[in-house]
T-cell receptor, first 113, second 117 residues
Framework: GENVEQHPSTLSVQEGDSAVIKCTYS??????FPWYKQELGKGPQLIID?????GEKKDQRIAVTLNKTAKHFSLHITETQPEDSAVYFC????????????FGGGTRVLVKP | GAVVSQHPSWVICKSGTSVKIECRSL??????MFWYRQFPKQSLMLMAT?????????EQGVEKDKFLINHASLTLSTLTVTSAHPEDSSFYIC?????????????FGPGTRLTVL
């Protein structure tokens, strides 16, 4: 089955700096890669996703890149703000609505003011 | 965006009792719903996948007789933890997918904190 590795497990950045989280996946059939933000005591919230037919996607301060050949994808947060502090999860799926997600282990991001 | 609700948001029960958690997709019809559990400082662990009108598919190691899942309609799925024990204490999260044609995002509920005394 699919295996998703996520690094780093914790990340501390100064407000205004950039944060980068990297994930690798094992199954070349995976074609959908979402990123979720989870705040304490809440459910994960989808913040951005990318499909295997594109290499990069951007939404304001958040961007995701995908390298299908190397089977890795990354989340980039620019101009970090204290409210970006949370746990971020990457995931991989084989795409159809009923297909399950395989999650990475999570990255705890702390943005210091 | 799509909204998924869960009820209750937290529950405390005595060992040996059963607890039912509801998951509703509020503004779309979910052909598939997923149930996860999450222990502190850990990732989400998929427990089961349920499709409306059919039996749930459980992940390896998850007891189907202990975690009963019903997906009676396109907007409602329930998880019943039967004969709960302290080790079942966890954060249970559902997600829903399939409402938007051609898209495969999963939208998550806010979670239910179960504490078994």
């Amino acid at each position: 089955g699919e295996n998703v590795e996520q690094h780093p497990s914790t990340l501390s950045v100064q407000e205004g700096d950039s944060a980068v989280i990297k994930c690798t996946y094992s199954d070349s059939a995976s074609n959908y890669f979402p990123w979720y933000k989870q705040e304490l005591g809440k459910g994960p919230q989808l913040i951005i996703d990318i499909r295997s037919n594109v290499g990069e996607k951007k939404d304001q301060r958040i961007a995701v890149t995908l390298n299908k050949t190397a089977k890795h994808f990354s989340l980039h947060i620019t101009e970090t703000q204290p409210e970006d502090s949370a746990v971020y999860f990457c995931a991989a799926s084989m795409g159809a609505a009923g297909n399950k997600l395989t999650f990475g282990g999570g990255t705890r991001v702390l943005v210091k003011p | 965006g799509a909204v998924v609700s869960q009820h209750p948001s937290w529950v405390i029960c005595k060992s040996g009792t059963s607890v039912k958690i509801e998951c509703r997709s509020l503004d779309f019809q979910a052909t598939t719903m997923f149930w996860y559990r999450q222990f502190p400082k850990q990732s989400l662990m998929l427990m089961a996948t349920s499709n409306e009108g059919s039996k749930a598919t459980y992940e390896q190691g998850v007891e189907k007789d202990k975690f009963l899942i019903n997906h009676a309609s396109l907007t409602l799925s329930t998880l019943t933890v039967t004969s709960a024990h302290p080790e079942d204490s966890s954060f249970y999260i559902c997600s829903a997918a399939g409402g938007l044609a051609g898209r495969n995002e999963q939208f998550f509920g806010p979670g239910t904190r179960l504490t078994v005394l």
